[in-house]
């Protein structure tokens, strides 16, 4: 019996399921066919409710959040049916007199189905929507029930408009909060040492950076701050997708926290458009933390609540659930102006977004020019907020040392008017200098070219000197006396130079030599050089000065504002060096800087170049100044014995010169027909090592007396021929290191009063010792700051001026040549080429019976005597110049010797020399 029962078959969850859902829409296709058997009847209700009942058997939900879930998952059924279904609700519910009801299935039909919507279904749905929200309207966007306890959830128009972007905006740069580091609370930040968290490279399940890039954050916290007070705004695109125009009579924003005041804004959109800016502003009442939700609008009669997860485009936009700005307490306002200066159009190189500049003016200045300028500083700080600090800085292009020098202030001034109540205001005096190197282009041009050649008067210098030859001890060159090149080897070239710098310097600096010291002397001297003064086109720089204020609530928090003015600085060009010498002067201590200055300006410039010495310069002229200067000492008080020389200490002792240059050198000049004066400076020009060697003090000091009396440069000293003269030369060592190998000579020279001198003068003068002579070694001068003894070398020699021998040779030059023209005549005369003149011959008769019979005995005596007498002194005076010599040599050499051994000394005890002059 149990052998003829069938077995009975399983059935599987999917046919299961399957079988349910057909059994679903069988049974919501036949309450479709009562519905619509009921709207034949104009039984509205029962249809409504009956269509209602079929909705879960078509897969149709009226939760629109849901209904774009299942889109995007692919299951959401027949779009067409749907469409149908919900067109009949509509129509229903509007026979019902629900209108309600036909408003919120409406919205659902265009928010849900837009994309399949046909663009006259659009439009016609649109056209309804309104045409129903204009009758009755709609509330808040809230969840309605039936009475059959069904509910259909709101509906919030995303699409309508279509939002593309979105940025939260940060504040102006000008309302930007800072935070106020203070110097006080460096101390109070905590360092990394006395964290309590420990580092470690171990990632934690951490989800990778493309997995992090394609998830939404939940919370996205803003990197600024906003302020109590403060507008604020968020920046959306827009676009309408619809056939019809779509006005937008409502669009703000849905905060949470704090406080947030909104200003709703309208706007039209035309049909199919897009996508355009809105700006949606609203005011934070209160400090904390303040979320952006999304935004309310109120578009074709239905308001809705848009949220960021919610929108369209939320994936695209990678949009949060919020948006979390902090909102700061409140700071005060100031406004920055400069009503002495014109305002300016042009200012792009340093505008930035964080610069918060609030004004662009414009200055004209020349350049070496000091002009103040007045920036008023005022309160408008909405809230009634007191400015309690205030500080400026600078922000430009240009270096750190040169920038200081721009624009200078004083900032007791700033703090010596806080604080500052709202409303209120006060002056701020800038002082702008007009900044620049005083060179003409093409002379810099030259000077960047120029690499080893010496700088002559033309100013082609070498932009950095030789060191090596600046520190070079051991030539005794440049003496303070005399000039390097007045050697038997250089005469030409002072003659060169003489004729360079032209006649009307070699006329003024005769007047100095001679000690012209006339009270403001004003001269004007002729056009050196024409200069092209197109290429000195004025210089534009733009500089930012910069306000942090803070006060309040703002500044109890830490926080302060920025605010800015920007100035744009023309600098025209008013004195040019075109180019630039060195001379020796008087003094051995003094040497002098010759310039050729040029007149870049179109007024007539007075140019005071040192004391009480000035210049009058035409228009575009140039003119040569001498400018008198001390030299520089090769070593300062700090220098000592065991300091060595190398490349950096010579680096350091250019730059030494040049500041000793620019402290001494200020050519002060005054435009005649107005009130503008300025000041030059010469610290940019390039010095080579030849040029540096005029202004550097030589290594050897010399001190020369004449018979026991010092000599001066600028008295001449009258001596008769055969009066014997003593020269007494001590030689100081100042360079800092010891000098081997020494060589000193006297060189005599004639000055013919036309720039040349004659060096061969062997025949003029008679030495008494010895002009030439080498030293050992010549040790230094100071040790210590202390001077020790017998490092001074002196040498003492003997000259006498001997005219009577140069009178001598040159009668017997005199008598050949007239001997020469009686022996051309008498040939002649013997020739019958001339006839004879009985005159002639008897003067020269008488002349031969004058002259002394060479033959005669007593007259070769006398003449060998004459001549033995003459040959003898010539003997002893060189004899006297060999003991001398010697006797130097020796005391050179016990001099070097006892320095040797007082070293020695030193070095074994410890202890610094003792001078043997000076007591116990």
């Not at 997708?241 to 309208?266: C, K, M, R, W």
């Not at 065991?642 to 005054?670: D, F, T, Y």
């Not at 003029?764 to 040790?783: A, P």
Request: charged content about 20%; glycine content about 4%; proline content about 5%.
């Amino acid at each position: 019996m149990g052998k003829d029962k069938k077995p009975v078959e399983s059935v599987d969850d999917s046919t299961f399921e399957r079988t349910n859902k057909g059994s679903h829409r069988q049974a919501a296709f036949y309450r479709r066919c009562s519905a619509l058997e009921a709207a034949r009847e104009s039984d509205w209700e029962k249809c409504y409710y009956l269509l209602i009942e079929s909705l879960s058997g078509y897969g149709l939900t009226l939760d629109p959040i849901e209904y774009e879930k299942r889109i995007s998952e692919r299951r959401m059924g027949w779009a067409g049916i749907h469409v149908q279904v919900l067109s009949d609700l509509v129509r229903s519910a509007t026979e019902m007199g629900c209108e309600q009801l036909a408003i919120r299935h409406l919205s659902f039909l265009l928010q849900c189905f837009c994309e399949i919507l046909t663009r006259q279904e659009k439009s016609d749905f649109a056209r309804e929507l309104e045409s129903l929200g204009s009758k009755c309207g709609e509330g808040a966007p809230v969840n309605l029930t039936l009475d059959n306890g069904f509910t259909i959830p709101s509906v919030n128009l995303t699409k309508f408009p279509m939002v593309s972007s979105l940025k939260i905006q940060n504040l102006f740069a000008s309302l930007r909060p800072v935070k106020l580091k203070p110097k006080s609370m460096d101390n109070l930040i905590p360092t990394s040492a006395s964290s309590p968290f420990i580092f470690t490279p171990i990632q934690m399940s951490r989800p990778s950076s493309r997995r992090r890039s394609l998830t939404s954050p939940a919370v996205q916290n803003m990197d600024f701050k906003w302020i109590q007070g403060e507008t604020c705004q968020i920046t959306l695109q827009v676009s309408n997708y619809l056939p019809v125009e779509l006005q937008v009579n409502h669009i703000a924003l849905l905060t949470d926290g704090v406080a947030f005041q909104t200003y709703p804004t309208s706007l039209t959109l035309p049909a199919e458009s897009g996508p355009f800016p809105i700006q949606l502003t609203g005011t934070p009442l209160n400090s904390g933390k303040l979320d952006i939700l999304g935004y309310s609008t109120h578009v074709l009669g239905v308001k809705s609540d848009c949220r960021w997860p919610h929108l369209p485009n939320s994936s695209r936009l990678k949009l949060p659930a919020k948006y979390v700005v902090e909102v700061i307490p409140p700071l005060p306002l100031i406004d920055i102006s400069a009503p002495d200066l014109p305002k300016s159009d042009t200012f792009t190189s340093l505008t930035t977004d964080n610069n918060a500049i609030m004004s662009n003016v414009s200055l004209t200045i020349y350049a070496g020019q000091t002009k103040t300028c007045s920036i008023k500083v005022t309160n408008n700080s909405p809230n009634n907020d007191v400015i309690e600090i205030i500080s400026v800085k600078m922000i430009s292009k240009l270096v750190k040392d040169i920038e200081t020098n721009l624009v200078t202030w004083n900032d007791n001034d700033l703090n010596n008017c806080l604080p500052l109540p709202a409303q209120s205001s006060f002056d701020f005096d800038i002082k702008v200098y007009g900044i620049s190197d005083f060179l003409s282009p093409s002379t810099k041009k030259r000077a960047s070219s120029f690499k080893v050649k010496s700088a002559s008067v033309s100013g082609t210098s070498s932009p950095v000197p030789n060191i090596a030859n600046i520190t070079n001890t051991n030539s005794l060159t440049g003496s303070p006396h005399h000039h390097p090149s007045s050697n038997t080897a250089g005469d030409s070239g002072s003659s060169k130079r003489s004729h360079i710098l032209g006649s009307a310097l070699a006329n003024f600096l005769s007047e100095l030599q001679v000690g012209s010291s006339n009270s403001n002397i004003k001269r004007k001297y002729d056009l050196v050089n024409s200069i092209n003064l197109e290429e000195y086109q004025p210089r534009v720089i733009e500089v930012i000065l910069e306000f942090e204020y803070s006060g309040g609530g703002g500044l109890a928090s830490g926080y302060c504002r920025r605010s800015a003015i920007a100035i744009n600085i023309e600098i025209i060009p008013s004195v040019l060096i075109t180019k630039w010498d060195v001379l020796p002067a008087e003094m051995p201590s003094h040497c002098y800087l010759v310039f050729d200055v040029l007149n870049a300006t179109n007024y007539e410039m007075e140019l005071n170049y040192s004391e009480n010495k000035s210049i009058l310069i035409e228009p575009r002229e140039t003119c040569r100044i001498p400018v008198p200067v001390e030299r520089v000492p090769l070593m300062n008080e700090e220098s000592s014995l065991n300091k060595v020389k190398n490349s950096k200490n010579g680096i350091s002792l250019l730059e030494r010169c040049k500041h000793h240059l620019v402290n001494q050198v200020n050519l002060n000049w005054s435009l005649l027909t107005t009130d503008i004066t300025g000041v030059a400076f010469m610290s940019e020009i390039p010095w080579t090592g030849d040029l540096l060697d005029h202004i550097i003090m030589s290594s050897v000091q010399w001190d020369v007396k004449v018979n026991g009396n010092d000599l001066k440069i600028e008295e001449d000293l009258n001596f008769s021929i055969g009066e014997a003269i003593m020269l007494t030369i001590s030689v100081t060592n100042i360079s800092g290191n010891s000098l081997r190998d020494v060589e000193l000579w006297v060189s005599c020279f004639q000055e013919q009063q036309n720039g040349v001198k004659n060096y061969k003068v062997d025949m003029k003068r008679s030495i008494l010792g010895s002009d030439r002579v080498y030293i050992d070694e010549v040790r230094i001068e100071c040790y210590f700051l202390e001077i020790i003894n017998n490092l001074i070398y002196s040498h003492e020699l003997g000259m006498v001026l001997s005219q009577r021998v140069n009178n001598q040779l040159l009668g017997l030059k005199g008598l050949y040549t007239q001997l020469s023209s009686i022996k051309k005549y008498l040939e002649l005369v013997v020739e019958d080429k001339l006839p004879r003149n009985n005159a002639i011959i008897y003067l020269l008769q008488d002349i031969f019976n004058l002259l002394p019979d060479t033959m005669s005995e007593t007259f070769v005596k006398s003449v060998y005597v004459k001549t033995n007498d003459q040959m003898l002194v010539v003997y002893l005076a060189s004899l006297v110049r060999s003991v001398i010599a010697l006797h130097n040599l020796i005391n050179n050499k016990i001099t070097n010797r006892d320095a040797e051994k007082k070293e020695g000394l030193k070095d074994k005890n410890g202890e610094k020399p003792v001078d043997s002059k000076k007591s116990p």
